[in-house]
Nanobody, 119 residues
Framework: QVQLQESGPGLVKPSQTLSLTCTVS??????????WSWIRQPPGKGLEFIGH???????YYSPSLKSRTSISRDTSKNQFTLQLNSVTPEDTAVYYC???????????WGQGTQVTVSS
């Protein structure tokens, strides 16, 4: 059973960088044809895809967030990390990490972590 767990600060000040880590257990982030994603849900809104890093280390970002987003990984720790720069209160959301396999929907999710952007 693959398990994902988000970690990081729950409060970030405007203009600073939001940094979250997803720790994966029960499976490897280098497993062929897997995509390790960050998704968020602002209050009262739907889910928003942020970006992903593939099993081979390639990245893809939502065009609307691309200029502020970076996703990286540490294969020795089986973790992947989100950095979102220059945050504003509009970046306040529950942030999820999730796994998607080629040709399937997201099959494993973290429990989500609340991040609030406020001074």
């Amino acid at each position: 059973q693959v398990q994902l767990q988000e970690s990081g600060p729950g409060l970030v000040k405007p203009s600073q960088t939001l940094s979250l880590t997803c720790t994966v257990s029960g499976g490897s982030i280098t497993t062929d044809y897997t995509y390790w994603s960050w998704i968020r849900q602002p209050p009262g809104k739907g889910l928003e895809f942020i970006g992903h890093i593939t099993y081979s280390g390639n990245t893809y970002y939502s065009p609307s967030l691309k200029s502020r987003t970076s996703i990286s990984r540490d294969t020795s720790k089986n973790q992947f990390t989100l950095q979102l720069n220059s945050v504003t209160p509009e970046d306040t959301a529950v942030y999820y990490c999730a796994r998607k396999s080629l040709g399937t929907l997201y099959d494993y999710w973290g429990q989500g972590t609340q991040v609030t952007v406020s001074s």
